[in-house]
């Protein structure tokens, strides 16, 4: 079994390929460093993102999932970003609710220029996540 | 006696409406086939709306049947339902003008499984079980029993906000006051606000392990429209066919933001659970919650978009980094 | 073997006695669901609650989810496991003779054709103790299908309340060897078995709700086309699964893999006809309208079952009426559907 | 009518538990069309696959382990028994992850299950196949095998339409069914393309010019239910009685074996009491529940 120093958590992230998903890879061809946790999937816009995607994330064992997309009034579509936002609020205080530590459900605007806040995000959803420790939430046995 | 002059008005009204071909198929309530349980009634003939009734175990949100029938529809409507109407109406499933809407104003449902947890019998021992305003008087082995009204009317009752229908066509009786009590109709929500978190996920493992995934939350909530439910979804598969304590409540989980700013609190589908799960601590939340974020109440505007379609660029944004 | 009896306040001893060769279920309520669950070596409360459980013990033999094989795929190989049997032997006490009676349908089923390798050899295993009704429910009709609520012809161990004691009859082989097993059983006196049969008597005449099952068969294959009758039956079902799923009757399942890495697991689950999706093909749906679902149902019952097996598959429990959500009343249905054959 | 016995089918009750597939090897995969792919295939285990035995019209249920289970119809020939065969159109869970198999994947098999087409009474007739789409499959493991019993039966005539000449199945068997002297072929698509020089028409309509004598003959139908509908009536006009019209059925199963209970025509299941039925024995109920 693996220490638990050892344990590293796992991020998924969902990214805005307009805005957040080109802070990325500003940040990466800057050579700009964050963690390795995060798993990417590019997706057209924050507003694609169903919290179904959430839950399945958590459910399949990812410790953490963040949305990230274009600022509010920057939406490559005008209007996604502000729905994913309502959708992201109501999944996160709703799952705090039953039961969720809000941490694992993180949300972010990042524009295309800004490979240092992607850095900086990435770095502190992991940080997080390090603290609160595994997600067990689906586990049989806790 | 006052249910008793409703009664006949719905009547009257219904008839009327059938016969002056105003509308294809009424819906209301008629007598159930067990001890003071009523059932919905929806029917084409005239004749029939003499079954029509009005009384304190009236509990079915008739809402539900309106995306099924086709044509027009005179429909009994309490306050919850009603709301659940406009909802509809708001989600373009149902035309104003294809529904005739019969308002009852609605001092609250007897819940008989809290008479019955007063008494110590089950409900086909009790003699009577009326309403006389704040108060409900039982009846077990020809002995009267008086209870006040908010320890046996449903929870979603006693935190109704609106019980006499805003949008109607024929409002068939002067508003109804309220029976309010609030913090009882949080009490589960509180009790479970008030664990740890981890405390919190373990309760609902629990209580979802139970779930014998029947679907009739999902079947009777006038708010689960959609035709094909994401959980028969077969590619991808979001949710195990396994009926497993942690898919049933990814199920419901979604199903709550799913119906986010549609759900009345009409409490259908807590009443519904065969296996007792309390489905209103997480549906009365939500309603809550999006009355804290949005000031969003589901039904109260026909104009309104729905509440997830539509954003306000000051909506909180707190939690975004 | 004469009929013996036991004072209630000695059946925690009489559980005992037994729970050392058997693995002994209960009625027991978890969260106000009453459904039969092993014994805690103590709980007799349902002494004083127990009309009828929530969910059927169907659910000992035949459970929500059940295991059917595991396997572990190696490279391009797969190894198949059965779930390990430890053949346990169990006892089921307090089951309602309507409940035992659905058993005898159900065996009949997982019989058929090709043995159900799963709920045959839990059945072989298990004794059932049965506990005549004293107090039907208003939705109760198992009169009308050939049951009594004292009925003791699918149970092996019969037990009548008399009052401060239950009266027992031993009605197979298996249950007079219970009999035997334990020392806090009494001779039985005349006195007892005339209450045993004054209870008996008095509990049929409570069970009022009465439905003609006459000819039964005959109706609803001439109603089968009547699309108004059905569609107007049908109207206020919701479509849920509650009344097949409770039903002690009703087996249909669903079969489903669950893959984690390489090791995945074949499942057997609760079905139910009341869900659109339980015929769906790619192209097409046989029974995608709501009628359709509702006279399968009706007509699996009372038609089918006995065009294959000779019996209606209804005890007449009346779980259907008291758990639906919208009082759709199968007995009334089936009045209806006969008033509609008869005029025409 | 001499539909093939309930005990018969007890023939291979498999190792005590019947839901145990046996694993089977793919040998060679066929495009059919876009969509519908046929796989060979055989058991792993050699005694198996030596005692093996099955007659047309039975079918199998086929699992790819961990995604589920599926039944489908043996559309090969018992009288070839080299391999086994099976043809899937790309639809849902189970079919995707089937058509992403490749030659030497392993699957499950449990079967065969169900009753078979009644040899016995088709011997010394005329046999009329009427097929569409994708079910000509369990039409073509009769076809072979009257074929290669060609003396026992009289005329054969068969009629196999798809929607486009690109979904026409089995190609390979038409072309060889065509040039076979005691066979009558017509092959029709609903609709053809500029390459198309056959027939054009639905299948109902062809097989009313094709015309067939009821005389000592048997109709054998299968098709998508659409089909079917419209067939049945254009047999009775030829004077085809319900007697006379045998067809397979198709439905949504789970266990194969009759307990699942979702596959029911009226009293009969698919599974357990077919897939193979006389008209007569359906009529009833076909005309709302099929």
């Not at chain 1, 509010?72 to 996160?92: L, S």
């Not at chain 3, 032997?89 to 009676?101: E, H, M, S, T, V």
């Not at chain 3, 192209?283 to 699996?300: A, D, L, S």
């Not at chain 4, 007697?243 to 397979?248: L, N, R, S, Y």
Request: proline share 5%.
């Amino acid at each position: 079994m693996k220490q638990e120093s050892e344990w590293e958590p796992k991020l998924l992230g969902f990214l805005c390929r307009w805005c957040s998903y080109a802070g990325a890879d500003l940040a990466g061809t800057s050579r700009k460093k964050y963690p390795a946790n995060i798993r990417i999937i590019k997706v057209p816009c924050s507003g694609r993102v169903d919290p179904l995607f959430i839950l399945k994330a958590l459910r399949l064992g990812f410790d953490g999932v963040l949305v990230s997309g274009c600022y509010p009034g920057d939406c490559h579509y005008q209007t996604g970003n502000y729905r994913a936002r309502r959708r992201m609020a109501i999944t996160k205080k709703f799952l705090e609710y039953v039961g969720v530590d809000p941490q694992r459900i993180q949300a972010s605007w990042v524009s295309a220029s800004e490979g240092g806040k992607f850095t900086e995000v990435v770095t502190e959803v992991t940080k997080g996540l390090k603290e609160i420790g595994p997600n067990k939430l689906f586990a049989d046995e806790r | 006696m006052k249910d008793r002059e409703t009664e006949q008005r719905l009547r009257r009204e219904a008839k009327a409406l059938l016969e002056q071909g105003k509308v294809d198929y009424i819906i209301g309530f008629e007598t159930g086939s067990l001890k003071f349980t009523t059932t919905p009634l929806i029917t084409k003939d005239k004749d029939s709306v003499d079954r029509l009734i009005i009384n304190p175990f009236i509990v079915n949100n008739l809402s539900e049947y309106l995306t099924e029938l086709k044509g027009r529809v005179g429909i009994v409507a309490k306050g919850c339902d009603n709301r659940s109407i406009v909802s509809l109406i708001q989600d373009n499933q149902v035309k104003r003008e294809d529904v005739v809407i019969l308002g009852v104003p609605c001092p609250g449902i007897i819940d008989l499984s809290k008479v019955e947890g007063l008494v110590g019998k089950d409900r086909d021992e009790l003699d009577d079980v009326t309403r006389d305003g704040d108060k409900v008087v039982v009846t077990v082995d020809g002995e009267k029993k008086e209870f006040p009204a908010s320890e046996v009317l449903f929870d979603n009752c006693l935190g109704c906000e609106f019980p006499t229908p805003q949008e109607y066509n024929i409002l068939l009786d002067e508003s109804s006051s309220l029976v309010a009590d609030k913090t009882a109709s949080r009490k589960g929500i509180e009790t479970l606000e008030g664990m740890p978190q981890e405390q919190r996920w373990d309760f609902w493992e629990k209580e979802f392990s139970r779930c014998i995934r029947c679907y009739a939350c999902r079947s009777i909530c006038p708010a689960c429209f959609c035709e094909r439910c994401f959980v028969e979804e077969s590619e991808p598969q979001w949710i195990a066919p396994v009926p497993r304590w942690q898919d049933n409540l990814i199920f419901q989980v979604i199903r709550n933001i799913h119906v986010a700013g549609r759900c009345t609190d009409c409490g259908e589908c807590e009443r519904a659970c065969p296996v007792n799960i309390p489905l209103r601590s997480l549906t009365k939340e939500m309603y809550d919650l999006v009355d804290d974020l949005y000031h969003f109440k589901a039904g109260m505007d026909k104009e309104a978009a729905p509440l997830m379609t539509h954003y306000e660029t000051t909506d909180p944004e707190d939690f975004i980094k | 073997m004469a009929n013996k009896k036991i004072n209630k306040k000695n059946i925690a001893k009489l559980l005992g006695d037994w729970s050392k060769e058997f693995e002994l279920f209960i009625p027991s309520k978890d969260e106000g669901i009453a459904k039969f669950a092993k014994w805690d070596g103590k709980d007799t409360s349902f002494l004083d609650w127990h009309r009828n459980t929530i969910v059927p013990p169907k659910a000992i033999f035949f459970p929500p989810v059940e295991e059917m094989f595991s396997f572990q795929k190696d490279k391009q190989s797969y190894h198949i496991e059965l779930p390990s049997s430890d053949g346990q032997k169990q006892l089921i006490f307090g089951i309602r003779p309507y409940d035992a009676n659905a058993l005898t349908i159900l065996d009949k089923t997982f019989k058929d054709t090709y043995e159900d390798p799963y709920y045959l050899p839990k059945r072989k295993n298990t004794v059932l103790v049965g506990l005549g009704c004293t107090k039907p429910y208003d939705s109760c009709f198992c009169t009308s299908l050939g049951g009594s609520p004292t009925d003791s012809a699918n149970v092996d161990l019969m037990l009548t309340d008399i009052g401060d004691e239950f009266l027992v009859e031993g009605v197979t082989d298996k249950g007079r060897e219970l009999m035997s097993m334990s020392s806090e059983l009494e001779e039985a006196t005349e006195a007892d078995e005339t209450r045993a049969k004054e209870t008996k008597e008095a509990t049929y005449q409570k069970v009022t709700r009465q439905l003609d099952t006459k000819d039964i068969e005959e109706k609803l294959l001439s109603s089968f086309e009547i699309q108004d009758l059905w569609e107007e039956i049908a109207a206020k079902c919701i479509s849920c699964g509650i009344c097949t799923l409770l039903c002690p009757t009703c087996y249909c399942f669903d079969i489903n893999d669950e893959l984690i890495k390489d090791r995945g697991t074949r499942f057997r689950s609760w079905d139910s006809c009341s869900f659109p999706v339980y015929t769906k093909m790619p192209m097409e749906n046989p029974r995608i309208e709501k009628w359709r679902r509702v006279r399968n149902k009706v007509c699996h019952k009372y038609e089918f079952y006995p065009m294959n097996f000779d019996v209606i598959a209804c005890t007449g429990c009346g779980r259907c009426v008291r758990q639906c959500p919208v009082n759709w009343d199968i007995t009334q249905t089936l009045e209806k559907m006969q008033a509609k054959v008869q005029s025409g | 009518m001499a539909i093939a016995d309930i005990s018969d089918r007890r023939r291979y009750l498999a190792q005590g538990n019947v839901y145990l597939p046996h694993i089977a090897i793919i040998e060679k995969i066929i495009d059919e069309t876009p969509g519908v792919r046929t796989f060979h295939f055989n058991f792993k285990d050699e005694k198996l696959r030596e005692e093996f035995t099955f007659d047309s019209g039975q079918f199998g249920e086929y699992s790819v382990l961990g995604i589920g289970e599926a039944p489908f119809c043996i559309s090969s020939s018992p009288t070839r028994r080299d391999h086994l065969e099976f043809t899937a159109q790309r639809v849902g869970r189970l079919t995707n992850a089937l058509h992403r198999l490749s030659v030497g994947a392993e699957i499950g098999f449990r079967g065969p299950y169900g009753n078979s087409f009644p040899l016995d009474f088709l011997e010394g007739k005329n046999l009329v196949f009427v097929g569409g789409g994708i079910a000509l499959a369990p039409l073509r493991s009769l076809i072979w095998n009257v074929i290669d019993n060609r003396d026992k039966y009289k005329n054969i005539d068969i009629i196999y339409g798809a929607r486009s000449p690109a979904d026409l199945c089995f190609k390979y068997d038409l072309d060889a069914w065509d040039k076979d002297k005691s066979v009558s072929m017509a092959t029709t698509v609903d609709k053809g393309d500029e390459s198309w020089t056959g027939r054009e028409g639905f299948v109902p309509q062809v097989l009313e010019q094709v015309a067939p004598s009821p005389d000592n003959a048997v109709a054998i139908v299968c098709g998508p239910p659409i089909m079917i509908r419209f067939t049945f009536p254009v047999l009775g006009k030829l004077g085809f009685t319900p007697e006379q019209i045998i067809t397979t059925l198709e439905k949504r199963m789970k266990c194969g074996i009759g307990k699942c209970g979702r596959c029911n025509i009226g009293n009969l299941y698919v599974c357990r009491d077919g897939p193979v039925f006389t008209y007569a024995q359906i009529k009833n109920f076909i005309s709302s529940e099929y």
